[in-house]
């Protein structure tokens, strides 16, 4: 018996040792699939780097390589693309200014619709839904904190109360972050020229005029291939699933 378990460990050793040297070697190789891409964008081979950042960003994704794979689609002049993953970049990064410029650029460049957001709108976009939610509890853990833990001989009640009164109010604020990020989590972008909005979910539906690729839209119920969205400026009408893209998924 202590033989047979003196071999079982050096097998696991072994798994172990050949399972570090396949993530290691599998790391090595996509950080030389990475600077490949990197160089195809330095030498102007736009379409190329795309296509590199794109095939390494189906094995997972960061916001370094969202941005690069955004910078190459806005190169090769793939704006909506190009705006669908800088919004990724930014969902992972939000306090990133390069990708929050590089974003608000190529917006003005094609004349999107930028609406001057109001301090509590810029209070939502601050942190995303996942960091809202943190704070949420953090704070909701403290306010319990305060109030059922014994009070210390000789301390006030006022810290008390005011220590409390802080939690509650970080705790609402943060509850607002996380309904006004909810609102937008499904949002999509517009990846494709030509675009149309129809009155009805069929093809041979009458058109209410085209959408602008790289246009934001907030999808709502479906019927077939269709999806009845609200674009940024409110106009409404039936989109075809094929013309944008979530910006919470993977890119098809």
């Keep these: 018996m202590k033989g047979y378990g003196q071999k079982s460990v050096c097998a696991g050793c072994f798994l172990l040792l050949l399972l570090s040297q396949t993530l290691w070697a599998g790391g090595q190789e996509r950080e030389r699939q990475f600077q490949e891409a990197i160089q195809a964008y330095g030498r102007g081979e736009y379409k190329v780097a795309s296509q590199q950042f794109q095939a390494l960003a189906r094995d997972g994704v960061s916001a370094d390589l969202l941005f690069n794979l955004a910078n190459s689609y806005a190169q090769a002049g793939e704006s909506?693309?190009?705006?669908?993953?800088?919004?990724?970049?930014?969902?992972?990064?939000?306090?990133?200014?390069?990708?929050?410029?590089?974003?608000?650029?190529?917006?003005?460049?094609?004349?999107?619709?930028?609406?001057?957001?109001?301090?509590?709108?810029?209070?939502?976009?601050?942190?995303?839904?996942?960091?809202?939610?943190?704070?949420?509890?953090?704070?909701?853990?403290?306010?319990?904190?305060?109030?059922?833990?014994?009070?210390?001989?000789?301390?006030?009640?006022?810290?008390r109360y005011v220590a409390a009164t802080l939690s509650l109010f970080f705790t609402a604020v943060a509850i607002s972050g996380i309904i006004g990020q909810y609102q937008h989590w499904n949002d999509g972008v517009v990846i494709i020229q030509g675009a149309r909005l129809r009155v009805s979910p069929f093809a041979s539906a009458a058109s209410v005029g085209t959408i602008q690729e790289g246009r934001l839209v907030r999808p709502g119920k479906s019927h077939g291939s269709y999806f009845l969205v609200e674009d940024e400026t409110g106009r409404r009408g039936w989109l075809e699933g094929d013309a944008f893209e979530s910006i919470v998924g993977v890119e098809k």
């Excluded at 190529?106 to 995303?128: A, M, N, P, Y």
């Design 80 to 159: 909506g693309r190009a705006i669908l993953n800088y919004e990724r970049a930014r969902r992972l990064a939000p306090a990133d200014s390069d990708i929050k410029g590089n974003l608000e650029l190529i917006r003005k460049e094609k004349g999107l619709f930028q609406e001057e957001q109001s301090i509590g709108q810029r209070v939502i976009t601050f942190f995303e839904l996942n960091q809202w939610t943190g704070l949420a509890a953090i704070s909701f853990f403290l306010f319990a904190i305060v109030l059922l833990l014994p009070l210390p001989p000789g301390l006030k009640r006022m810290p």
